[in-house]
């Protein structure tokens, strides 16, 4: 079992910068490979960004290429997202999800493929 608590959105200008932090419980959260999605009002929850479980590989949606950052700290049991040159189309709530799966290639993008959430937390971007 692994929960899952996000941390660090807020409302910012665009052309700022926030990070996302997601802190997990457990001992086994190495274990995990963890992404990041986001849904906006009346829109499907859609990938951002993913890491593997041991940052060895990283997966981003075109939109987000370039100006968010995943990395993860073990040790910490936290994964974060670096989200710098905000755009208003950034505005949603964030969550972060665990997937035990070895096979990131193919589960990175798949919201379906993730076992755990946190709760969200909220990006507002204005222009």
């Known amino acids: 079992q692994v929960q899952l608590v996000e941390s660090g959105g807020g409302l910012v200008q665009a052309g700022g910068s926030l990070r996302l932090s997601c802190a997990a419980s457990g001992r086994t959260f190495s274990t995990y490979a963890v992404g990041w999605f986001r849904q906006a009002p009346g829109k499907e929850r859609e990938f951002v960004t993913a890491?593997?479980?041991?940052?060895?590989?990283?997966y981003y949606a075109d939109s987000v290429k370039g100006r968010f950052t995943i990395s993860r700290d073990n040790a910490k049991n936290t994964v974060y997202l670096q989200m710098n040159s905000l755009k208003p189309e950034d505005t949603a709530v964030y969550y972060c999800?665990?997937?035990?799966?070895?096979?990131?290639?193919?589960?990175?993008?798949?919201?379906?493929?993730?076992?755990?959430w946190g709760q969200g937390t909220q990006v507002t971007v204005s222009s």
């Open positions: 890491i593997s479980r041991n940052s060895g590989s990283t």
């Open positions: 999800a665990a997937t035990p799966s070895v096979s990131m290639w193919y589960t990175a993008r798949r919201k379906t493929e993730y076992d755990y």
